[in-house]
């Protein structure tokens, strides 16, 4: 899984394409929702088992980088809950640009920069306590390995990577728009060593379809996120899963009568 039939840049660069084409249209479906709730001081998007976890971290005062951070309102959240110096890293200038605007308008001080994660400068190497990921992050990317070597550079002593993600188990489910599949049947593999090529669109947001630019979306098994970071020199520290869709796309899967994990939550620490 760690070799790509690409240059792993065609893939990430195809997906900053295709996702500075999808952000008009979550902002368009969006509207004025994000910056009604940040106009009221203290304002945590975060929610549940997440925000629970994260409250075990203890945030305040720590620095956090969240990596694919797309709008930044999670990490505006983190902010908010009290949080040190806060960097969200995304490929995607559009989503950089909606971040940074809403941070300055609301004076939430988080520093918002456009990067492919393999690319994020060394200057920020030990720079922070928490590595942050939230929902939707790993699919996009075309090497886990990599990616886990470069979450575990940014940290210093005793930092830690918080994971929320959508289970792998998903992948094999029908999602929502395929409506007359049974949404408990296996209908694509766990293992796949290819990625999906799309061009049908990235709206889950408002679930409009569009042609969109082609973009890449890889399967990643758990044996592949859990080996990725122990051979970065990480050590798992807590792994939890739950029959909540995070993605908003495999509803139907969580609706259908039978808790199937659909999510999970990973911390691993650097020792
Ligand atoms: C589903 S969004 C992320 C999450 C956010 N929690 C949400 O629910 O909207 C995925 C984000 O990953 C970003 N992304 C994809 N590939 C990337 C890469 N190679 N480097 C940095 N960001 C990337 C996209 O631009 C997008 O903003």
């Known amino acids: 899984m760690d070799n790509p039939q690409k240059p792993l840049k065609e893939y990430t660069q195809a997906n900053r394409l295709a996702w500075n084409q999808a952000m008009p249209h979550h902002q368009k479906a969006n509207g004025s929702k994000w910056d009604d709730a940040f106009s009221k001081p203290g304002f945590i998007a975060i929610t549940g088992v997440e925000l629970e976890q994260l409250k075990s971290l203890s945030v305040s005062g720590k620095n956090v980088a969240h990596l694919c951070c797309n709008n930044g309102v999670e990490l505006m959240s983190l902010k908010n809950m009290g949080a040190g110096r806060c ?72 930092g830690v990577i918080f994971i929320h993600e959508q289970h792998p ?40 379809t569009y042609e969109s630019k082609t973009n890449y979306w890889f399967v990643w098994t758990l044996s592949d996120i859990f080996m990725g970071l122990i051979e970065s020199g990480m050590r798992i520290a807590h792994f939890s899963e739950y029959p909540a869709d995070i993605s908003t796309i495999h509803r139907r899967n969580q609706e259908a009568g039978v808790k199937i994990p659909l999510s999970y939550i990973l911390i691993a620490e650097r020792p």
């Open 169 to 208: 188990f998903t992948e094999m489910l029908p999602t929502d728009d395929i409506e007359d599949a049974d949404p408990l049947k296996i209908i694509e593999p766990y293992f796949r060593p290819e990625p999906y090529e799309e061009s049908d669109g990235i709206d889950y947001v408002g679930n409009t």
């Open 87 to 158: 960097v969200g890293f995304d490929i995607s200038d559009a989503a950089i640009e909606e971040a940074s605007a809403r941070a300055s308008k609301f004076a939430i001080s988080c520093e918002f920069t456009q990067s492919d994660v393999y690319d994020i400068p060394e200057q920020y190497n030990d720079a922070f306590d928490i590595v942050y990921v939230s929902i939707g992050c790993f699919g996009w990317l075309p090497d886990l390995k990599q990616f886990s070597r470069k979450a575990a550079s940014l940290l210093g002593d005793c």
